[in-house]
Each structure stands twice: as C-alpha cells, then as structure tokens.
C-alpha cells in the first residue's frame, strides 16, 4: 500500500470526543419530533432556526430553495440563504414517520428523520440529522431541502394518467408520428444513445457494476427476477424495452452533425438518419447525455507509433477475447476497464500483461457494498424514493471529510489479505483520492479503481503478467520499449487509459467557442456539487452523466428546470 495521492483532509465530523459528549438514555422519536416542532415554528425567523443548527451545520439544497444545487456550509452561509429565501418560501411543514437512531462511526451518532413542505415552486421533500452537543440539546448538522413536484404541474402518473380512450389503430399511428416527428420540432433534443452492441460496450466500459437495487429505471423499476448483476447486453435489451413501453422516441445510427444557437437562443441542430435523410430541429433544450467520455477516448501519444507492425485499440473498444487467440496482449491501465479486458483475456489462456502506470484502489463490491451504498439500497432497504433522499441527503462535504475516509478504512481491513497478496506480487495499491476510496475517484477521473470480480487472484497467480517498474519509452516494432531499456513483447496493444474531456462531444457539435464556455463537468467545486445536472453557460444548453442511480435522480431535477422554463415559471438562481 503506498500513500494516496492527494491524502491531506480535514475532518468534520462532529464526534463525541470533539464536543465532549456522552448520551444517556435516548428515544429518538421524542427529541425528533421536538426539535421539528421547533424548527417548524421557527421559519421566518433566521436567528431562531440558526440556533437550532450545529455551527458547522450542512445544507444541501436541491432546487427547493435555491433553484439550484447548492451545498451551504457552516452559520454564516446559511443565514445569508435563510436571509433571503426562508421567510417567503418555508411553509406546511409536516414531519414524516421515518425516524432512526445511526451510528455511522464508532464515534458519532445521529437521528435521522424526514419531513415535506411546500415553497412557491412546488412540494419538496427533506432530510434532517441531529447530533448531540455539550449543552445536552440536539441539534441539525446536516439538513436536506429538495424540490419533489413543480406546483400545478404534477406528474400523469397513478391517478393523474391519461384517461383517455384511443383504438388501437390511431394509437400506433400516432406513436408512429411522434417517433419520427412529423407534426413539430419537440421542445428538446437529447444527444446521447446508440445501436444495442455500441450501448453494451458503452455500459461494460463506462458504469461501475453496481448492484440492481440501486439501478431501477424511473416509472418501470426491474422485476424481482433480475440478477444483481447486471450483463451488458442484456442491459442493452433492457433499455431498448424501457424506450418501447415508455414510449419514447429515440433514434439510433443517427448522427448529430452540428448545433448552433440563435439570436433567440434556440438551437438549430442538423442531424443525418439512418436512411441518410437530413433533418433540422429548431429546440429549445439541447441537452448532452453522452456519458463520461467512451466516445472520447483517452490515448496516450507513445512515440515511434509509426514503427509498430501490431494493433493498437481502445478500450472501448475491445469486444470479445476469442479475437485475439493466439497472440501476445498488452493492457496499458489497471482500472476497471484494464482488470477486466486482461482477465477476459487471460481466462481463455492468452498470454496477457497489464502495466499499471500507478497504483489502483482495489475492493470487492459484493463484500464491500455495505459500506457504500447497503445501507440505503439492499434487498429489504426501503422504499427507492426513500432511499434515494437519504443517499443524496449526506453532503459531498462530509463524505470527504470524514466519512468515506472511514468507511475505506473498514474495506482496507477486510479486504488487506488480497492486497496484501498484490503488493508482494508487486501491484500497487493506495486508498484512493484522499483516503476516501472510491468517492473521488469516480468523481474526479471516473477511473483509477478496480471492484475485483477475479481479476486480482489472476494477477496473484501469474495468469495475468504485471509490468510497472518503469515508465513507457516509445513503440519498437514488436511491442513496447520502456524507459529502462526493457521491452514488452505484443501482438496487441490495448488502451485502457480512461477517458478525456467530457466536453468533447460539446465541442465536435457546438464548437469551441459554446465548449470553451462550459465549466468543468468532471469533478466538483468549492460546495462538493457537481456541474453536470444544472443549466450549463449557454441558456438551454445542459449536460447529465453518471451512473444509473445518478441518472435516475438527477434526471428528474434537471427536467424540473426545463420544465418550469416551458411553463415560464418565474424563478431565481441562489448567488
């Protein structure tokens, strides 16, 4: 195990050593419910509610009332929001039932609790957790505000769907239509799919294998036969059924040649169809749902490519390890992509080497998915919605200060005989961004972590060969030759280097001068947000990635932004 690059963190942890407190007997109902009673009466009245907040207190605002996605932290933030947006907005406050007593870390305890309200814009959910002070009161270190439902616009779903009675004919002729969009331009365009073997390698090679609980479709959730792991291609099919029953029109094999604004700030956009035809769109959203960057490959520029008489792939994409029997294989990469390419590879006895360019973190996700996401998503966890609040109720602020340093601590633990077993074979390991194993690895590389499907007794065994003392030269004929002076002898050559900029699609479609206007997508900013699910610095101009429980989640807020635009929906942004 070697450091982590990037180790220094602060905690922020309220622990009971901090504050020196010790609790007594508890009932987490009674001091719930009289801490909402008084936070409750409390709106309107800024001083009042901060002094039922933890100095240090967290506020995580989706769109509730910031109309944004905002992370404030600590008193004086959150009294200039309050300042602003509390006395107007804040009303019907109703606690939920749902109300447990945690203990996330040895030395730290909580209540959680939820409840709903209603702002000008709509009904909104919440999230509170309490911690214990030395003055014996309670009070909120974390609170979660998250707009649910935009006022007069509920979604037609239960008893709100359509009721209306349509033969069958007319129906599907008007499916017909609007999957070619004969009758209007829509309002938005989405640029973001594929043929059903491009989407598999697209789902092999970029989301994490997490497991199904998490990963339900918004309205058609999978059924209770569903493997906890998902396939790749039977993931393609899925998605290819979830398009058919929902009755969405997407189109496949089409290009997207261009996009470009208007003086009204619409985008006209070009696209070419399968059958060749050129269509022109005039929208009002354009929204980017091209993924973490498989369609933008990361390659590293190697000299004396000229030289080299063998294959040179991404990837992205790599297919099936039955193409390259017989011949000699490099994996340059020792993530996801790289352990599972090599050990595909490897299981059908061609001779494969990996080099790692640095070291990885690894973990087992099935034994390790408790200390992520299990405690919310699991088999008998509760309801999605529910958990999918409470998930994106914990600020970005305290994982990285604190909490994910301690759950990868526990992992490590757990898992230090495998390791233990690399770094004597010579793999290299670390803990991760931080020492916060997985979190900013995901977010700020999407990469450079391996969840272990096998790949790692491969690399114990000498099944998978390992290079990683020394760094690449330049290409020979035959292989590799690195700066050592030694060489790796290889039929094929394969990138599993990650991905680049995720603003490339942007830029091949609108230009450099619409991407160059784009903030960063990867990684997150002074609040612990992501800018990935809000408008982008063009109006109508948006981007979503992420995983499948990413997407489902945010999906619904950034349709919430469009919608209220459609709607004209007076609204402010939160500075």
Not at 19 to 25: A, D, K, L, R, S
């Amino acid at each position: 195990m070697i450091n982590s690059p990037a180790s220094t963190w602060v905690s922020c942890i309220p622990s009971l050593d901090k504050f020196g407190v010790v609790p007594t007997e508890l009932d987490p109902s009674f001091i719930a419910q009289n801490w909402f009673s008084s936070f409750s009466k409390s709106i309107g009245n800024t001083e009042e509610t901060l002094d039922l907040l933890h100095p240090n207190a967290l506020w995580r605002d989706l769109l509730a009332l910031t109309w944004d996605i905002r992370t404030l932290e600590g008193s004086e933030k959150i009294r200039m929001l309050l300042d602003k947006r509390n006395s107007p907005q804040m009303r019907a406050l109703k606690q939920k039932e749902f109300i447990q007593l945690q203990t996330p870390c040895p030395d730290l305890i909580w209540i959680l609790g939820t409840f709903e309200f209603n702002v000008d814009s709509g009904h909104c959910s919440g999230v509170f957790r309490l911690v214990p002070t030395s003055s014996g009161e309670w009070k909120a270190f974390t609170i979660f505000t998250n707009l649910e439902v935009l006022a007069n616009f509920p979604p037609a779903i239960g008893p709100l769907r359509s009721r209306q009675s349509v033969s069958g004919l007319s129906w599907a002729e008007n499916l017909r239509r609007e999957r070619k969009i004969e009758r209007q331009d829509p309002s938005v365009l989405i640029v973001g799919s594929s043929n059903r073997r491009q989407l598999a390698a697209e789902i092999r090679c970029s989301l994490s294998p997490f497991p199904v609980w998490g990963d339900h479709m918004p309205y058609l959730p999978f059924p209770s036969t569903w493997p906890l792991y998902t396939p790749s291609l039977k993931m393609a099919d899925w998605l290819e059924s979830y398009a058919a029953i929902l009755e969405l029109p997407v189109w496949t094999s089409s290009i997207v040649q261009s996009a470009v604004q208007l003086d009204n700030n619409k985008w006209s956009v070009r696209i070419r169809t399968h059958d060749g035809t050129l269509r022109i769109f005039v929208v009002n959203h354009l929204v980017f749902a091209t993924g973490i960057g498989d369609g933008n490959p990361n390659i590293p520029d190697i000299q004396n490519l000229d030289l080299y008489t063998g294959i040179t792939l991404h990837s992205s994409q790599y297919k099936r390890a039955d193409e390259y029997i017989g011949k000699k294989v490099l994996v340059i990469g020792s993530g996801n992509s790289g352990h599972d390419i090599a050990s595909d590879l490897a299981r059908k006895n061609i001779d494969t080497t990996m080099f790692q360019r640095g070291s990885t973190f690894v973990m087992n996700l099935d034994r390790h998915w408790k200390y992520l996401g299990g405690s919310f998503y699991n088999e008998k966890g509760p309801p999605l919605e529910l958990a999918d609040n409470l998930f994106n109720s914990i600020p970005h602020l305290l994982l990285v200060g604190g909490l994910a340093q301690h759950s990868t601590k526990a992992i490590l633990e757990d898992y230090s005989d495998t390791l233990a077993k690399l770094n004597t074979v010579g793999f290299r390991t670390n803990s991760g961004i931080k020492e916060a194993g997985i979190l900013l690895q995901i977010k700020e590389r999407a990469g450079g972590h391996y969840f272990d499907t096998g790949g790692s007794q491969l690399i114990i065994d000498g099944k998978i060969k390992l290079k990683n003392d020394s760094t690449i030269g330049a290409f020979y004929q035959n292989g590799i030759e690195f700066t050592n002076g030694s060489r790796v002898e290889a039929d094929v050559i394969i990138y599993a280097t990650g991905v680049g900029d995720i603003r490339e699609p942007i830029r091949q479609i609108c230009g450099d001068e619409v991407a160059d206007t784009c903030p960063r997508l990867m990684g997150v900013n002074s609040e612990g947000e992501m800018n990935i699910y809000c408008p982008l610095h063009r109006t109508g101009l948006w981007f979503i990635g992420g995983s499948f429980q990413a997407n489902r989640f945010y999906s619904h807020h950034l349709a919430l932004q469009i919608k209220a635009m459609e709607e004209k929906i007076p609204f402010e942004r939160y500075m």
